[in-house]
């Protein structure tokens, strides 16, 4: 009589309320935070394994890995270097297949920053080597700079007095745009120097942002431009700070494109560049 009763009662329950129970388990999903800021730091010329376990990447591997999360099937969509930097700024190489200098703003295409801009949010990038903010000289052997690994100057709709050098990276971290790309010069990004030159210059300089993020709601996201070319351009991509789940990773397999619409998605943006609007937010390193 008592499994009878049970059976009945069961059988009686609101449509409405079997939904809810129904839909539960897609509730648990995690969403993509909403962090107040995000600094996103480029290296160069390096494959996943010749960094991710390297024993020359310590802050990379014991800090950033261990305590964030970690995209092992990470993929730049090209090569040389310059194209790449267009596809993870604006979902589209804009016509450079080369790392030749191009005449500055010369496309009008949709990117991340006049996305930024377009929202009424703030964009910035802090280019260590960059002679003076919004200088859109080609190259500067002095301070090893050069503008190939800086995209945004390829737009008429991104100012160019939002390219700061790095030296004006503010040490109030409260007053850093919503999004902002950090580049190093050519020794400290990795292209011509060690990856424990770049490793150290990571920690030496972004380390205090890293740690002030968990507790200020914001991320600190580290890729790379493309890998060595030997690696079928499999490339470290990692990230860190607040909500993202210590010591996770993701087998999913993300490029340059799903690195965009993710960062678009962090600041809350509902418009898409280029090839991101078809691409795939990251997950499965979220808390």
């Known amino acids: 009589m008592k499994r009878l009763r049970r059976a009945l009662s069961l059988a009686v329950l609101p449509t409405a309320l079997v939904g809810v129970w129904a839909?539960?388990?897609?509730?648990?999903?995690?969403?993509?935070?909403?962090?107040?800021?995000?600094?996103?730091?480029?290296?160069?010329?390096?494959?996943?394994?010749?960094?991710?376990?390297?024993?020359?990447?310590?802050?990379?591997?014991n800090t950033l890995v261990a305590g964030g999360g970690n995209l092992t099937q990470s993929y730049a969509v090209t090569h040389p270097s310059q194209p790449n930097y267009l596809d993870l700024f604006s979902g589209n190489n804009q016509g450079i297949t080369n790392d030749n200098c191009y005449a500055p703003q010369f496309s009008s295409a949709a990117n991340l920053g006049s996305e930024l801009i377009a929202a009424g949010k703030t964009w910035g990038s802090y280019d260590e080597g960059l002679p003076s903010q919004g200088s859109s000289v080609c190259t500067n052997s002095a301070t090893k700079y050069a503008r190939k690994h800086n995209p945004w100057?390829?737009?008429?709709?991104?100012?160019?007095?939002?390219?700061?050098?790095?030296?004006?990276?503010?040490?109030?971290?409260?007053?850093?745009p919503k999004i902002s790309f950090v580049i190093p010069n050519l020794c400290d990004d990795m292209h011509d120097c060690s990856v424990s030159t770049g490793d150290t210059w990571l920690q030496n300089k972004?380390?205090?942002?890293?740690t002030w993020a968990k507790t200020h709601n914001s991320i600190l996201a580290v890729t790379f431009d493309e890998d060595d070319s030997s690696h079928s351009n499999h490339v470290?991509?990692?990230?860190?700070?607040?909500?993202?789940?210590?010591?996770?990773?993701?087998?999913?397999?993300?490029?340059?494109?799903?690195?965009?619409?993710?960062?678009?998605?962090?600041?809350?943006?509902?418009?898409?560049?280029?090839?991101?609007?078809?691409?795939?937010?990251?997950t499965g390193i979220w808390n």
């Open 206 to 210: 972004l380390d205090a942002y890293a």
């Open 153 to 176: 100057f390829a737009f008429g709709n991104v100012p160019l007095n939002t390219a700061y050098t790095f030296a004006q990276f503010p040490t109030d971290y409260t007053a850093l």
């Open 236 to 282: 470290a991509t990692v990230f860190y700070g607040a909500h993202v789940a210590p010591g996770s990773s993701t087998t999913t397999r993300y490029n340059h494109y799903d690195a965009l619409r993710t960062i678009e998605d962090l600041a809350g943006l509902t418009t898409h560049a280029g090839s991101a609007a078809s691409a795939s937010d990251i």
């Open 23 to 61: 839909a539960a388990p897609a509730a648990q999903a995690a969403a993509l935070p909403s962090p107040d800021h995000v600094v996103v730091v480029v290296f160069e010329n390096h494959s996943y394994e010749q960094v991710i376990g390297s024993t020359s990447a310590p802050y990379l591997n």
